[in-house]
């Protein structure tokens, strides 16, 4: 183990400030990193590796783009906080709106989490209802009122069980348990709040209908409907992935991309549900919340994802990775699932012909697939996603020659796990 990590741990619980950096789920001990350029980390020693995580999703430009870093630098000497209105926030906001009609009204926070926090609390506001219906492997932050059902550790994680209480559970791609979730709770579910593509459960695709499923069920009980699209927005179109999936939501969570790297939240939608943060009846605030510095570097990111061709060049390398992946795997006759949209990507250890849909589908894969996979490409240079149920990424500046060796190595790696 290096001596950084045994030091992380002395002083950081499990040595890192969000659980999954401890990479206890793939059995190797995480990066240490010193610097990162590009589709490249280097860590302390100087050891290069192509990373496929960028930072869980936020950095769509890879790591350090220029224009955002200078953005960055530029605002730090002009001011990092200034606790009063500016312009880098009201633009940045505006920006955002622009891209859906459902987004009349945006705040700016600090995290994903804190995103959907803020949306359940305005839909209780707006509905008069306590209760929010989720779904099973889905993920939208770390505060108590969406955590996993699993009683068992509820009793010992600290999480309040009334808060929990007000949990609902249905399962994603399954409308008739949503249904159904209603029916037992009549007039009680304030909220639906779903990531429109499952990005917490590997990746799973929504089914046709589904959303528009949810929409209609949120209409016809007077339920608010709530995408979570703090790793999908921006990343698969510039804007929410709504726009591609045809089903507009009451209000939306940002994360990750609109801060171009820097801590980032926001949530937006319809101005009648809004406005109740403007009457003061909800509260909801942050010292930090719509900070210059991150306004500057959200400011460029989109500045960059604008381009015309941006989404399109992304979409080639995706479809570039996804291609390589199966001629590799039909030349070795191994049998796994490989899922992909735009520029996120999983692989999902289950036969091509079983179903992924549902949490169940996923939970099912066996781990050692990804195990080996992990550990045999760490050893060629590659940083993967440290889950197994966790995606991953192509960023702009991941090579066509990236795409192509990570694709060759990791089918040749799976075909020696005997699993
Ligand atoms: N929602 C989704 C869909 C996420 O994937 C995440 C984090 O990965 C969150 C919410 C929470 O965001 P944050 O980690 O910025 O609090």
């Known amino acids: 183990m290096r001596p950084e990590i045994k030091r992380a741990q002395h002083t950081i619980p499990v040595g890192a ?7 206890r789920n793939v059995g190797t001990d995480p990066l240490v990193v010193a610097e990162a350029h590009g589709q490249y980390l280097h860590d302390v020693d100087g050891t290069r590796y192509i990373d496929f995580m960028y930072g869980f999703g936020p950095l769509i430009l890879g790591h350090a783009p220029e224009a955002v870093s200078t953005a960055i630098a530029r605002q730090a000497a002009n001011g990092t906080l200034f606790g009063t209105y500016c312009t880098q926030e009201i633009e940045l906001a505006e920006r955002i709106t622009a891209t859906a009609d459902h987004l009349e009204q ?19 506001a707006y509905t008069g209802r ?13 505060f108590d009122l969406v955590q996993n059902k699993d009683e068992t550790r509820m009793r010992d994680s600290g999480l309040d069980p009334a808060a929990m209480r007000s949990n609902v559970f249905a399962e994603y791609n399954d409308a008739a348990s949503v249904e159904r979730a209603f029916a037992e709770s009549p007039g009680e579910i304030a909220a639906v709040v779903v990531e429109p593509i499952a990005c917490n459960m590997s990746l799973v695709m929504p089914e046709e209908g589904f959303l528009a499923d949810l929409r209609r069920i949120c209409d016809r009980e007077g339920a608010v409907l709530i995408f979570d699209e703090v ?4 990343r ?9 999936l045809g089903v507009s939501p009451d209000l939306t969570a940002f994360g990750k991309i609109i801060g171009g790297g820097t801590p980032v939240g926001a ?4 101005r009648d549900i809004m406005r109740l943060l403007d009457e003061e009846r909800v509260l909801q605030g942050g010292t930090l919340s719509g900070n210059p510095l991150t306004m500057a570097a959200g400011l460029a990111t989109l500045d960059a994802l604008a381009q015309p061709g941006f989404y399109e060049e992304l979409e080639r390398k995706g479809a570039l990775l996804e291609a390589a992946v199966e001629r590799h795997r039909a030349a070795k006759g191994l049998d796994f699932t490989f899922t992909r949209t735009g520029s996120i990507f999983a692989f999902i250890f289950v036969p091509q012909a079983a179903p992924v849909r549902v949490k169940a589908d996923v939970a099912a894969q066996a781990q050692s697939p990804y195990t080996t996979m992990y550990a045999g490409l760490r050893t060629a240079g590659y940083h993967l996603a440290p889950d197994i ?3 991953m990424y192509v960023s702009a500046e991941t090579t066509d020659e990236t795409l192509e060796d990570f694709a060759a190595r990791a089918v040749a790696l799976l075909a020696t796990d005997p699993n």
Do not use: K, Q
């Not at 995290?111 to 305005?122: D, H, I, P, Q, Y």
């Not at 779904?135 to 932050?141: A, D, I, K, L, P």
């Not at 790793?231 to 921006?234: E, H, L, R, Y």
């Open 17 to 23: 400030s969000s659980p999954l950096r401890a990479c």
């Open 106 to 124: 945006l705040r700016f926070v600090c995290s994903g989490t804190e995103a959907v926090m803020s949306t359940l609390r305005l839909a209780r």
């Open 130 to 142: 306590t209760r929010v219906l989720r779904f099973n492997g889905g993920y939208h932050g770390h």
């Open 231 to 234: 790793i999908t927005g921006f």
């Open 236 to 244: 698969l179109t510039y804007g929410p992935a709504s726009n591609l």
């Open 267 to 270: 949530f937006g939608g319809r």
């Open 389 to 391: 149920e966790e995606p």
